[in-house]
Structure formats: C-alpha cells, structure tokens
C-alpha cells in the first residue's frame, strides 16, 4: 500500500512537455503507447494478494509529459520486462494503465459517459461545460438517427444524413482542453476507485495490439446501448445482418445492389437468380417493416426501371412469429399487413430455427433461401453490461432508481437501452425506444445541474444533497412508415389506452415532418430535405461504392 501510494503521488498531472510532442494525438501516431512511470519505482516487484507480479524493469527509454501523462514507447521494452496484464481489477491497476487521474482541488468536476446513442448524447448536449468536464467513451464518433437509418440502405437518403459527429452536438469535446473524445470501448469499471478501464478499437502501430488505458470519474453516466437479440439462435451472427449502425445500412445496400447486378450474368440459373433476389426481413417491429416499405418503394420505383431484366423475379418476405407491429394500435395493425401485401412484401407467420449460409430453417420444417437477411427482433444487454458487477433489473439491464442512479455504488447513472427501474422501485422496465432514452438524457442534465448549484458534483460528495422530483415517462406516441408515401401514427400514451391513431399519406406527413424536426443539427436536416426532393425528382442513388 505504501509502494502505490507513492506511485499515486508520481503519477499526478502536470503541464509540461517533453521529445518534442505536444499533445497525445501527436504521440499516438508516432506508435507511443502511453505508461505511468517513475523514477523511484525502477526494478520495483510488487505482488498483490498472489494474484499477479507487476514488474517494471529497467527502462532505456526517452520519457515525456503531456496532458497530465508520460509516455514510452512500448516497442523499446524487452518481452521479459514488459507489465503482466490480467483482465480482473485489482489493486495495483491504476499503475499499468495510463489515462486521466482524478481531478484535483480546484479543478471542475468530470463526468464521464459511455456511449454516444439517444440518450448520451442529449444528456452531453445540454450538460454545462460551466460546472463540468465531459470525457465521453465510445466505439464510434458519432451518434446515429435510427428512425431514418432503413432509408439510407435503398438510396433514399444518404449515410451522411443520419450520422451527427458528437463534435457538432457537444462543442466542448472539439474545444475545451479538459474535454475529450476517445474512441474506445469501456472494458471493466471499478467503482471504488471511481475509474474505467478502457482499450482503443483500432490496434496500435506494427505491435498489432490495442492500446489500454483508464479515466477516474467524478461522476459516471453508463448509456452503452444495447445488442440485437439472435436468441441463441445458430447461424445468425454469422449469416444475417443486422440494422442497427450505418456500416450495417452499407453493407445492406452493397448486398442489395450485388445480388441485382450478379443475378443479370449469363449462366446463372434460374434458381441461383430466385434465391439471389429473395430479400427477407426476420422480424415485424417498426424497423422491419419499415426497412419492408423501403424495399418494396425501392423495387417498384427503381429497380423496374433500371434492372428490367430481372424485375419480376425480386421479391421480399417478412418473417415474424406473431402480429406485426405488436405495440400498435389493431386497426393500424391490420392496415399495415393490408399495405404491405398489395406492395409486394410476403407476410409468413413462423420462427427461425437455424440460419444457414443460404438458407433459413423454420421449426415447422419450411426452408426459406435468401440472398440477403436482415434481422430485426429486438434488442437486449450487451456482453459489456452482462460483465458488470452491478445490480440488474429483469431482463439483465443495469438497476436503477427513480433518479436513474446505479443505487448500490456512489456516482454512477444510467440511461437509455441499456438500463432499467429496479423491481423494488415499483416501476415497469420502459421499453428500448429512442424518445425513452432522449428523455432520460434531458431529465439527467436537470438533475446534474441540480447537483452543481450545490456543490456536489465531485466524487462521493452527493450523499446528503437534494436531487429533485424523480424520473417520470410519458409516451408520446408510435410512428414506422410503410411505403409508398404512407404511414402510421399511434398517439396513444400506451397499448391499452385510448387515443388518435391515423394511417394513410396525412400520416406520411407527419412522420416526415416530426422526424425532420427532431434531427438534431440544422446541417443535417438541409442534407435530409434535400436527399428526400432528390429522390423524387431523379429517383434512388443505384451506385455501389466499395467491395
């Protein structure tokens, strides 16, 4: 304990810069890998409660500061002195991992969010950069506008147009000199410490491995997402794709438009060009049926035209256990399944039972070829929150409280698809849906800035504070789309209550308008407008770009 408290004391920040860099960034690209390091802990051998030995050897190497870190470059260390690394958090973790130290007297408190979906982004988006820091954690750059991301596999709209760099929704992360981006994927957590551990998604350099490191938090706002559910089911996560991220659209789209240019060389038989023209859609949410409608706009307005010779072959099934669009209202329901059979898409009642390369086994024995499957049947925890030590609520999401706190650890939130209300609060797990998460991310803003005015924005400082009126959800209704300018709107606060519910083209205006509405930059919203009069005008982008 005395040898880490030392190496605590040299591990502090400071401003100064060494070899000739002057921010992280321009280490990073020269191969560098960041690594605390002192003087005093030179030859030291630390062995702690027999679960590993930490060893620094000695290190021949130039060292340097910058940002608050020193940094070697890990290719200079022999094999037999570099640090013995095991996944569990123990006590001496915090000296193999560099990163951000805790924020010092004076300095403003920092929030850490994990996550750049529905729900991190609104709350980094109002947050004051005034009273706090922001360090977001996350994969990707940028967040995605889901309820537009089906248009953009057919050629309606663009990629461009539904992905917002967190830059542009939080500025401060582009500017402040104590905010940052990093673009990683949050590993473990340890909440004693007030730290997590974290690892790059790219690899570094020819060591072709990837860069750890560790941020200590003021305060932690857990908002990860979630992961598709394939129900153990074999062969999905091999075969079928999911529509969840804009690569996932893009590589729809290069499928879509291969499988129609393959299908028109000669000697392919006329089997081979059925099964490479069987679009299939598993799953009857919003997004499966309107991922439907967008293929079947796609097919009759384009497709026709522009790959005639193959035209009457191209067809779409949509696979679905139950009733499609389960959440909706019946009569909206039943206009759904009504629309979408006169547009082409054929409606098949079963359950998948294996997923082959070609192929889709149902359990009552049908086989279903395709040349393209898209899986769209819900979302569920991921294998990160399924690793976390903390309490879960039914159907494995990240406990919380009416405050959205992680109720037995201090300073850690949650929010979005990825958490969900304790048993013991009284309150229904809130479905996945985008304005759910939205609205925890505007009510957590309210609460940090809540926390702020009383000074207890710092680590372990909000015990005894007021934290305000608790967490309350009101649904503002159902919208999906169903091709050929139409859609539904369902206003009703919950299934069994009573509300307007309309279908046909004035809901096809609604629809655009509220979703032009709520993206989220002006930029966006221009790109939106003007690919929708495009298409229009000239029709579907048919290019395929990229292998």
Known sequence: MALARIARTGLRRSGGARGGYTTDKDAISEGISFSKYTPSLENAMIKCNNSYIFNIGKMDIASYQSRGY???????????????????????????????????????????????????????????????DIVCIS?????????????????????????????????????????????????????????????????????????????????????????????????????????????????????????????????????????????????GGPTGVEFSGELSDFIKGDVSQRYSHVKDRIKVTLIEANEILSSFDVGLREYAASHLTKSGVCLMRGIVKEVEKEKILLTDGTEVPYGILVWSTGVGPSQFI?????????????????????????????????AGFL??????????????????????????????????????????????????YKHAGSMASVGSYK????????????????????????????????VLSWRNRFYVAVNWATTLVFGRDISKIGS
């Open 139 to 283: 994969p990707r750059n940028h967040m995605v506008f889901t309820p537009l991301l089906a248009s953009t596999c057919v050629g309606t709209l663009e990629f461009r147009s539904v992905a917002e760099p967190v830059g542009h929704i939080q500025s401060a992360l582009s500017k402040d000199p104590n905010c940052y981006f990093y673009l990683a994927s949050c590993t473990s957590i340890d909440t004693s410490k007030h730290e997590v551990y974290c690892e790059t998604v790219e690899n570094l350099g020819k060591s072709n491995e990837r860069h750890r490191f560790r941020v200590a938090y003021d305060k932690l706002v857990i908002a990860v997402g979630s992961d598709p559910l394939t129900f153990n089911i074999k062969g999905v996560q091999e075969h079928a794709v999911f529509l969840r991220e804009v690569n996932h659209a893009q590589e729809i789209r290069r499928k879509l438009l291969s499988n129609l240019m393959l299908s028109q060389s000669p000697g392919i038989s006329d089997e081979e060009k059925k099964r490479l023209l069987h679009c299939v859609i598993v799953g």
């Open 423 to 472: 048993e013991k609060t009284g309150r229904k797990v809130l479905p996945a849906l985008a304005q759910v998460a939205e609205r925890e991310g505007k009510y957590l803003v309210e609460l940090f800035d809540n926390l702020a005015k009383q000074n207890a924005g710092k680590a372990c400082s909000a015990k005894d504070v007021l934290l305000g009126e608790p967490f309350v």
């Open 386 to 418: 399924n690793s976390l030590n903390l309490p879960k609520c039914p159907g494995g999401r990240v406990g919380i409280d009416q405050w959205l706190r992680v109720p037995s650890v201090e300073d850690v939130f949650a929010l979005g698809d990825c």
């Open 487 to 518: 859609a539904l709107v369902d206003l009703r606060e919950s299934k069994d209550a009573k509300g307007v519910s309309i279908a046909g083209f004035l809901s096809f205006l609604i629809w655009r308008s509220a979703y032009l509405t709520r």
């Open 70 to 132: 020193q940094a070697t470059l890990s290719s200079q260390l022999p094999a037999t002195e570099r640090i013995v690394y095991q996944q569990s958090v123990s006590e001496p973790e915090s000296m193999r991992y560099p990163g951000l130290e805790a924020t010092r007297t004076g300095e403003k408190p920092r929030v850490v969010v994990l996550g750049t979906g529905w729900a991190a982004c609104r709350f980094m988006k109002g947050l004051d950069t005034k009273m706090y």
